[in-house]
């Protein structure tokens, strides 16, 4: 595997949640796939402390669902966002996952105010045929023990 595929990968991964094509965002996680956003820097453990959001695969249909909704009011008018990600670096493989870190950038626009997000991502991801699945997806957020507005797009 060539660094080239990672980044392709998680360019895909930006350009699906860039185009609002969440079903097809949510169909890259594995079976027990988990997004995750912890809410302080160095969180080891979403389950014993509070996290911004741990989600898996069933609280993911629900977030796409939502978003779907022609009645979810916290996304009216339907926020644009773009991301840069940057960079991608492999870890060491844990079993048979990968770990791939990489930084970013992401600014939503909605209802005349633009937010700016930024930190970096661990996704763990597993091989499956010619692309990959993911396992975890970590947001650590530069500034996720700081107060900030809802989040209703999947960083």
Known sequence: MTVRAFEEFLFYEAKLLDERRFEE????FAIDGVYWIPARVGQLDPLEEV??????????DVRVSRLQHEKNYADQPPARTRRVIGNIVLGSPVGENLV????FTLVEFQDEEQRLF????VHTLNKQNDS???IQKRVDLLNCDA???AIVIPL
């Open 100 to 103: 791939v870190n990489s930084n």
């Open 147 to 149: 107060p900030m507005g």
């Open 25 to 28: 965002w949510r169909a890259l």
């Open 132 to 134: 990959f699945k993911i």
């Open 118 to 121: 930024a930190g970096s991502y």
């Open 51 to 60: 996290s911004i959001a741990y989600e898996d695969t069933q609280l993911l």
